[in-house]
């Protein structure tokens, strides 16, 4: 999101403040992605919706790479949703993550909305608090209340305590089966006469609690609303300054002719043969009232068309309406974007989770304030915790010195996440620029030849003032390239200055990095081993992180967890264990299989489990992608290697044909959502990339790819 423009003399204190490593309070990091959410109901907007991919967006995609060197990206979650979504009912809830992700992102619009005439599919709610589950059965009819039952289920893990729609395939189990077909086809058509239903339950429940008094307007109207009008609630109504970051297109056809069911239940809503007036009262509301209200009148485009029974709209007799509304769209979503490029500004700051561990700060306290005049490592095995404990330590240090006696600086590089943090060269240029900088010393002295920008490194650490003590973290110094004797550590100073420390993370038994080290550092003192957890603390990380998820498990599945964590507790087997278990509902009954016993065989099933979600070839090839890629790759990019793919395209469009033969984008957008912080964005030769942040997943992929 853009921030506020700074003065030039707030530029330079906040420059100022950041090269100190002073790194809270930070603004937001400069985004270079236009994203858009395209949001419309689905069978009356396929027409333009087409147009917009075949014509529009590329011209937008080159404008945002020539003219300001950003990418663009639009996401259209009508196109492209599998029967997985349908299964386990993750849809709408993906939709609205995507929002929220657009929203975050995109320089200038981020959120398109198409209305017409229809108001669009209205979904059961996937999850109902208990209270209010008890209400509606208690108003129920004895059939209704059986059906709710037998498909909702109470979660005590969630707190407040949930019913949950039960996948589709728990009980018609051949609903995703596409081996048998005709199996799968009748499931699925048993589904759909059961979802209508379901929703005729809680719909006539609702109604008469709110007769009742025991239900508010708002309660009733959150079991009868559209996908359609929480997007628009999502992404225009509940949000900021929507007038720099949104635009909505009305259309309506005259004349819709009801009768040529075939077609006009493309463009209305029907029910029972005849216009649902319920549907079309509240669209009325949604559009005419509601977004009106909202949006200025600028930022809504009118359109009014004819209907023709030939298909309703086609392209051929509405040609001249779809050009004026592409090149309109094209038109004001550039307004948007260049309003939003001017707009934007560049800085920002990451922040870490970190819990325990409270021996090795103290020792890590005494180094810095103590007399050592040698480069302390931390090394440990992978998984187990350098990273955050050194950003724990670069975070705290700080404050341990006097803030009136002393201005520390803190110089901190996460080495291989960006190209110029995996080469010795490039990552000791970085570190003297800064140090000039700093030390008021012009940065057109810093050699470019390696031995001599060696030296020089380390005749600028002497010049350390005694009021400005230096610590600086490099971070995993096993990502650095072997390129120019990198491993050898002869660029490391064995021996520091007054007022200097310097602190590195390393893997043992790679590259022989910490054999080396040991034979350089005298001081045995000066190697802190980060081992595993231990159970307990491994507990109480699960139980806080559970907590914050208003999550927690029964003490049958507690049996199992411990049993795990006694075998292995290191930080990243217990964060694996947390997205397993923080899913699991109080009414399913742990078994063996369910823990994997190490890091290796847990991301091997967490991988298995989201190809069995999303597609085996899809995921095994994205992944594999971002896998080969040498700094990771920018969304944009992964989604043309897959488009380029014809296995993966083969696959994903076996029961229909695609407007454009690409991958749509919710498909990436779902195994994205199911890797949290295991693929992370950073940033690589001016572009924001996608990649793994732990080296154990990459070295998992390799072995598949090799």
């Given at each position: 999101m853009?921030?506020?423009q ?7 204190e906040l420059l100022?403040h950041?090269?100190?490593g002073k790194l ?6 400069a985004?270079k992605i236009v994203?858009?959410f395209t949001?419309?109901t689905?069978t009356?907007?396929s027409m333009?919706?087409n147009?917009l991919?075949?014509h529009t967006?590329?011209?937008l995609?080159?404008?945002c790479r020539?003219?300001h060197?950003l990418?663009?990206?639009?996401v259209?979650?009508?196109?492209g949703?599998?029967d997985e979504?349908t299964?386990?009912h993750k849809t709408t809830?993906?939709?609205?993550q ?11 619009p981020n959120f398109?909305v198409?209305l017409?005439?229809k108001y ?7 999850k109902?608090e208990e209270?209010e589950?008890l209400k509606i059965?208690?108003?129920s009819?004895?059939?209704?209340d059986k059906?709710?039952n037998?498909?909702?289920?109470l979660?005590l893990?969630n707190?407040?305590?949930?019913y949950?729609l039960?996948?589709?395939?728990s ?9 048998h077909?005709r199996?799968?086809?009748?499931d ?5 006469e059961?979802?209508?239903?379901l929703n005729?339950?809680v ?5 008469e609690?709110l007769?009742?008094?025991r239900f508010?307007?708002?309660?009733n109207h959150?079991y009868?609303w559209?996908?359609?009008e929480?997007?628009v ?5 509940n ?8 635009l909505?297109f009305f259309?309506?056809i ?7 069911l ?5 463009f209305?809503d ?5 216009v649902?007036?319920?549907?079309q ?5 949604l559009?005419?009232?509601r977004v009106?209200a ?10 009014t068309?004819?209907w ?7 392209k051929n007799v509405h040609a001249?309406?779809?050009q004026d509304?592409i ?6 979503i550039?307004?948007?974007i260049?309003q ?6 560049a ?5 870490q ?7 090795i700060?103290e020792r890590v306290r005494?180094y810095v304030?103590?007399?050592s005049?040698q480069p302390?490592v931390?090394?440990g095995?992978?998984?187990c ?8 330590i670069?975070?705290d ?6 803030p009136?006696?002393y201005n520390p600086?803190r110089?901190?590089r996460?080495l ?10 490039p990552l000791?240029?970085s570190v003297c620029?800064?140090?000039?900088f700093l030390?008021?010393?012009p940065?057109?002295t810093?050699?470019?030849e390696?031995s001599?920008?060696?030296n020089y490194?380390?005749?600028l650490?002497?010049?350390?003032p005694?009021?400005?003590?230096l610590?600086i973290?490099f971070d995993?110094?096993d990502?650095?390239?072997s390129a120019?004797?990198a491993?050898s550590?002869?660029w490391?100073p ?5 007022y200097?420390?310097i602190?590195?993370?390393?893997l043992?038994g790679?590259?022989?990095i910490l054999?080396t ?6 001081s045995r ?11 307990e603390?491994a ?6 992180r559970l907590?914050?998820?208003?999550r927690k ?8 967890v ?7 507790n ?6 694996l ?8 509902k109080?009414?399913a009954q742990p078994?063996?299989k ?6 290796s065989t847990?991301i091997n099933k ?5 190809e ?8 095994e090839?994205?992944?594999?992608y971002?896998?080969a890629s ?12 897959i488009?380029?793919?014809e296995?993966v395209?083969?696959d994903v469009?076996?029961?229909h044909?695609?407007?454009i ?14 890797l949290p ?15 793994w942040?732990?080296r154990?997943?990459?070295e ?7």
């Open positions: 853009p921030e506020p700074y003065t030039q003399e707030q530029e330079n100022q950041i090269f100190f809270d309070n930070l603004p937001n990091l985004s994203r858009i949001s419309s689905f009356d907007t333009e919706r147009s991919m075949q967006y590329p011209k995609k080159e404008y020539e003219k060197g990418e663009f990206q639009v259209d979650m009508r196109w949703v599998r979504a299964d386990d809830e993906l939709c609205m995507e929002i929220d992700n657009c929203q975050r992102v995109s320089v200038g398109v198409f017409g005439q669009g599919y209205r979904p059961l709610p996937t109902i209270d589950f059965t208690s108003v009819s004895s059939e209704d059906l709710l037998q498909w909702y289920k979660d893990n707190f407040p305590s949930l949950c039960q996948p589709v395939s009980i018609f189990t051949n609903f995703t089966n596409r081996a077909p199996l799968m086809e009748e699925q058509s048993q589904w759909w059961t979802m209508g239903k005729r339950a719909r006539v429940a609702a109604a609690l007769q009742q008094g508010t307007a708002q309660d959150r009868n559209s996908v359609t929480q997007e609630v999502r992404g225009i109504l949000a900021k300054d929507v007038q720099e970051h949104t909505a259309r309506h005259e004349n819709i002719n009801v009768s040529l075939r077609h006009s239940m493309k209305i029907i029910a029972a043969k005849q649902d007036t319920e549907a009262r509240m669209l009325s509301d559009r005419d009232v009106p909202t949006l200025p009148e600028s930022a809504i485009l009118r359109y068309v004819q023709s029974d030939d298909d309703g709209l086609n001249e309406y779809l509304f090149e309109t769209f094209y038109r004001r550039v307004e948007l260049d939003g490029v001017r707009a934007q500004h800085l920002a700051a990451n922040s989770d970190f819990q325990g561990r409270i021996d700060l005494n304030q103590g007399s005049n302390l931390l090394w095995e992978g998984g915790g350098k990273s955050s404990m050194l950003a724990k670069a975070a240090s700080s404050s341990w010195f006097p009136k006696q600086i110089l901190i996460f291989g996440t960006t190209p110029d943090s995996s080469s010795i060269g000791l240029r620029q800064q140090l000039c030390y008021q010393v940065d057109n810093i050699p470019v390696l001599q920008l060696i490194f380390k005749r650490l002497e010049k350390t005694a009021d400005k003590p610590c973290f995993s110094l990502q650095l390239s120019d004797g491993h550590m002869s490391l064995p021996t520091l200055p007054n200097v420390k602190i590195v993370s390393t043992p790679i590259f022989n054999s080290l040991r034979n350089i550092i005298e003192e000066n190697f802190v081993q980060i081992k595993p957890l231990g159970e603390l507990k109480t990380v699960l139980v806080a907590s914050r998820q208003h498990i029964t003490d049958t599945q507690w049996e199992l411990h049993e795990r964590l006694a075998e292995c290191l930080p990243l087997y217990v964060k264990v947390f997205d397993e278990i923080k899913l699991w109080s009414y078994q063996e369910d823990l994997a016993t190490t890091v847990s967490l991988l298995g489990r989201i069995n979600q999303h597609g085996h070839i899809l995921v090839h994205a992944l594999s971002i896998t040498k700094s990771g790759l920018s969304e944009a990019e992964l989604e043309d290697l488009s380029l793919d296995t395209l083969n469009y076996q029961y044909l695609p407007p033969r690409r991958i749509p984008p919710l498909l990436w957008t779902r195994i994205r959502n199911d912080n295991y693929l992370v964005e950073r940033e690589a030769d001016g572009v924001s990339v996608v990649c942040y732990h154990q997943f990459a998992g992929k390799n072995d598949v790819i090799l």
